[in-house]
Protein backbone atom coordinates (compact mmCIF):
# COMPACT_ATOMS: atom_id res chain seq x y z
CA UNK A 1 0.00 0.00 0.00
CA UNK A 2 1.45 3.47 -0.98
CA UNK A 3 1.50 5.93 1.62
CA UNK A 4 2.72 9.44 1.55
CA UNK A 5 3.46 11.54 4.93
CA UNK A 6 4.34 15.14 4.45
CA UNK A 7 6.00 17.00 7.48
CA UNK A 8 7.54 20.27 7.93
CA UNK A 9 4.23 22.34 7.84
CA UNK A 10 3.33 25.20 10.51
CA UNK A 11 3.05 29.15 11.05
CA UNK A 12 5.65 31.69 9.87
CA UNK A 13 5.33 35.40 9.52
CA UNK A 14 5.77 36.44 6.06
CA UNK A 15 9.31 36.81 4.64
CA UNK A 16 10.00 33.45 6.47
CA UNK A 17 10.90 30.28 5.26
CA UNK A 18 9.39 26.40 5.65
CA UNK A 19 10.76 23.40 4.77
CA UNK A 20 8.30 20.69 3.69
CA UNK A 21 9.31 17.24 3.26
CA UNK A 22 7.38 13.64 2.21
CA UNK A 23 8.65 10.30 2.39
CA UNK A 24 7.10 7.63 0.41
CA UNK A 25 6.55 4.23 0.83
CA UNK A 26 4.98 1.03 -0.61
CA UNK A 27 5.49 3.00 -3.90
CA UNK A 28 6.54 0.61 -7.02
CA UNK A 29 9.47 1.56 -9.33
CA UNK A 30 7.38 2.82 -11.78
CA UNK A 31 6.65 6.36 -10.35
CA UNK A 32 5.90 8.98 -13.37
CA UNK A 33 6.03 12.72 -10.68
CA UNK A 34 6.47 13.42 -6.96
CA UNK A 35 5.44 16.69 -5.90
CA UNK A 36 3.61 19.24 -4.20
CA UNK A 37 -0.04 20.54 -4.60
CA UNK A 38 -2.05 23.05 -1.99
CA UNK A 39 -5.83 24.21 -1.29
CA UNK A 40 -6.66 27.34 0.37
CA UNK A 41 -10.00 27.35 2.00
CA UNK A 42 -12.74 28.04 -0.62
CA UNK A 43 -10.48 27.53 -3.56
CA UNK A 44 -9.63 24.67 -5.42
CA UNK A 45 -6.52 22.49 -5.38
CA UNK A 46 -3.38 23.67 -7.29
CA UNK A 47 -0.18 22.71 -8.35
CA UNK A 48 2.80 24.23 -6.28
CA UNK A 49 5.87 22.28 -7.77
CA UNK A 50 6.51 18.54 -8.74
CA UNK A 51 9.37 16.36 -10.04
CA UNK A 52 8.58 14.77 -13.49
CA UNK A 53 10.62 12.02 -15.00
CA UNK A 54 11.13 11.11 -11.50
CA UNK A 55 13.75 8.53 -11.91
CA UNK A 56 15.93 9.70 -14.17
CA UNK A 57 18.81 11.73 -14.44
CA UNK A 58 17.26 14.31 -16.60
CA UNK A 59 14.33 14.68 -14.52
CA UNK A 60 12.48 18.28 -15.03
CA UNK A 61 10.58 20.57 -12.80
CA UNK A 62 7.30 22.29 -13.03
CA UNK A 63 6.33 25.25 -10.40
CA UNK A 64 3.18 27.33 -10.34
CA UNK A 65 4.15 30.97 -11.49
CA UNK A 66 2.64 32.45 -8.00
CA UNK A 67 5.88 30.85 -6.36
CA UNK A 68 8.27 30.75 -8.77
CA UNK A 69 11.81 32.35 -7.71
CA UNK A 70 11.09 31.68 -4.06
CA UNK A 71 10.41 28.03 -3.66
CA UNK A 72 12.53 25.17 -4.98
CA UNK A 73 12.17 21.13 -5.38
CA UNK A 74 14.40 18.58 -4.77
CA UNK A 75 14.24 14.50 -4.57
CA UNK A 76 15.99 11.88 -3.03
CA UNK A 77 15.83 8.55 -4.55
CA UNK A 78 17.57 6.42 -1.97
CA UNK A 79 15.37 7.64 0.23
CA UNK A 80 11.68 8.23 -1.80
CA UNK A 81 11.86 11.57 -0.09
CA UNK A 82 10.80 14.89 -2.21
CA UNK A 83 11.72 18.04 -0.56
CA UNK A 84 10.07 21.87 -0.78
CA UNK A 85 11.71 24.68 -0.05
CA UNK A 86 9.78 27.69 0.43
CA UNK A 87 11.51 30.85 0.96
CA UNK A 88 9.98 34.42 0.93
CA UNK A 89 6.32 33.16 2.29
CA UNK A 90 3.44 35.15 1.90
CA UNK A 91 0.08 35.31 3.40
CA UNK A 92 -1.49 34.29 0.19
CA UNK A 93 0.61 30.57 0.64
CA UNK A 94 -1.35 30.15 3.83
CA UNK A 95 -2.75 26.54 2.68
CA UNK A 96 -3.00 22.49 3.23
CA UNK A 97 0.17 21.24 1.49
CA UNK A 98 -0.05 17.75 -0.06
CA UNK A 99 2.20 15.31 -1.21
CA UNK A 100 1.17 13.77 -4.80
CA UNK A 101 2.92 10.98 -6.42
CA UNK A 102 1.98 9.14 -9.93
CA UNK A 103 2.81 6.04 -11.60
CA UNK A 104 2.37 4.94 -14.62
CA UNK A 105 1.25 1.08 -16.34
CA UNK A 106 4.13 0.00 -17.68
CA UNK A 107 2.08 -1.20 -20.55
CA UNK A 108 -0.77 0.44 -22.92
CA UNK A 109 -2.67 2.71 -22.30
CA UNK A 110 0.24 3.67 -19.76
CA UNK A 111 -2.70 4.92 -16.96
CA UNK A 112 -1.60 7.38 -14.16
CA UNK A 113 -2.70 6.32 -10.83
CA UNK A 114 -2.29 9.01 -7.75
CA UNK A 115 -1.57 9.18 -4.84
CA UNK A 116 -1.61 11.73 -2.22
CA UNK A 117 -0.95 12.47 1.39
CA UNK A 118 -2.85 13.75 4.36
CA UNK A 119 -1.60 17.38 4.05
CA UNK A 120 0.67 19.56 6.23
CA UNK A 121 -0.70 22.93 7.53
CA UNK A 122 1.20 25.96 6.32
CA UNK A 123 0.52 29.29 7.77
CA UNK A 124 1.81 32.55 6.97
CA UNK A 125 0.91 35.81 9.19
CA UNK A 126 1.52 39.35 8.39
Known amino acids: QVQLVESGGGLVQAGGSLNLSCVASGLPWNVNSMGWYRQAPEKDRELVAIITKWIASDYATKFADSVKGRFSISRDLAKKTVHLQMNSLKPEDTAVYYC????????????????WGRGTQVTVSD
Open 100 to 115: HADTMETAPPFRLTDH
